[in-house]
Nanobody, 121 residues
Framework: QVQLVESGGGLVQPGGSLRLSCAAS????????IGWFRQAPGKGREGVAC???????YYVNSVDGRFTIFRDTARNTVYLQMNSLKPEDTAVYYC???????????????WGQGTQVTVSS
């Protein structure tokens, strides 16, 4: 069964850091695009970062330079390292898989249950 499980969320002060994990089972994530998305209260879901099978990475402008997406092949896990966190980063973060990072968000699947990130003093 194809499954993605997110973890690593929590409460952090502005300027702090968190590392989110997206652990895959039932498939090898190296062969697919893996994206991180987030949804804040009252807002739509937005793409945050994505890594392709060839290792190319993409970031939304608002997190570029602060967030890093990377893959651990041995653990079949994709991580999102989030530094210099801001209150506007508060959201539920999800990971999902697509053929590549270039497909539409609606074509991503195997969505995890999400992990809450709250940035507040």
């Amino acid at each position: 069964q194809v499954q993605l499980v997110e973890s690593g969320g929590g409460l952090v002060q502005p300027g702090g850091s968190l590392r989110l994990s997206c652990a895959a089972s039932g498939f090898t994530l190296d062969y697919y695009g893996i994206g991180w998305f987030r949804q804040a209260p009252g807002k739509g879901r937005e793409g945050v970062a994505c890594i392709n099978s060839d290792g190319s990475t993409y970031y939304v402008n608002s997190v570029d330079g602060r967030f890093t997406i990377f893959r651990d092949t041995a653990r079949n896990t994709v991580y999102l390292q989030m530094n210099s966190l801001k209150p506007e980063d508060t959201a539920v973060y999800y990971c999902a898989t697509g053929e590549t990072c270039q497909v539409a968000q609606s074509d991503f699947g195997s969505w995890g249950q999400g992990t809450q990130v709250t940035v507040s003093s």
